[in-house]
């Protein structure tokens, strides 16, 4: 009996050996209704002379038992462990998709807000460029209107300018050829009834002196008239003569003098001769009536291509700083002052006045165009 015990211990040692240690449920299973029969057998058959060797035996089994048992748990634990990281892996990696999820849909919806918001403010943009090109076109309309309007004014105001200056020449042909004849006449009847003052009794001869002297300074101030409505020496002799003649003439009226400064210019345009002439009387009467100054200075000169007039008196001129802006007159102040700025623009040319401590300068530049000359 011992023998064939023996040969089962060996074959179960080895089978306990050679056993893999991943079986299965239902190998274990086998495995132990193996055992509980041996030790049923074992129970039985128990002799006390082979007590120690059946006591013996079973130990190798054991021996080679436990390891493998340990050897299975380790690979069982290893597995289990590596299932928790994965599944702790896979756990992080759905939190971590679901937050780029979310992510991606908040990325999503910004993008379809800041699209809409786009095309809002394109339309927006749209719009407002819409409602500039109109803006633009009707100031480009009103523009045009304006300048328009602007060459209708300059033209009318050109045409009264022109008007006024051959008003001006009948008026002062009229006075000349008309008044002043019948003046001259009346003159003459007068100092051939003064011949015969002696037939006339006292008071007579007062009353005829008193007219003959009314008619003289009648004569003279109708003359005088004339020549400032429109002088004869400018059409004859040119502009030099007339400016003499004129400011020779102011000198004794006003007891201002005069100093004045005429290079040889020669000849000019008729429009240029008539209004530079203009532009001396109207400065010269506004010296009279607004400077309060005893001296005055004209400078006149003249290159190749335009022609300078200067002004010059020595008064106070305006000092008041409503009226006077940066040193320059404002446009809706004085009648005379605007006619002389018109009259120098539709030559084509500058007109300013300066103020300063020592007096008030008007300075006229006219360019020498073709269409001047």
Known sequence: ????????????????????????????HRRGVVRGATLKTAKTSFDPRHAVAVHQEPVPRHEHTLPVREGTLRVRKTPAQTRADVERLMSQMRAANERLIVSAVQAQNLSDEAHLEAVQARAELDALMSHVRAANEQLATMAAEASEREEKYRYL??????????ERRRLARDLHDSTGQCLAALTMNLAVVGRAKKALDAPSRRALAECQSLADQSAREVRTLAYLLHPPLLDDVGLLSTVRWYAEGFAKRSGIHVTMDLGEIGRLPETIETALFRVVQEALTNVHRHASTARASIRLTATA????????DEGHGLRDPVTQRNGRLPETLGVGIQGMRERVSQLGGTFDIEFTDSGTTVRVRVPMTRDTR
Do not use: F
Request: aromatic share 0%.
């Open 1 to 28: 009996m011992k023998r064939p015990h023996s040969r089962r211990s060996k074959t179960a040692s080895r089978d306990n050996v050679t056993r893999p240690a991943d079986d299965s449920r239902a190998t274990r």
């Open 157 to 166: 105001s050109g045409r009264l300018l022109t008007l006024q200056d051959e």
């Open 305 to 312: 291509d335009a022609v300078a007039l200067d002004i010059h």
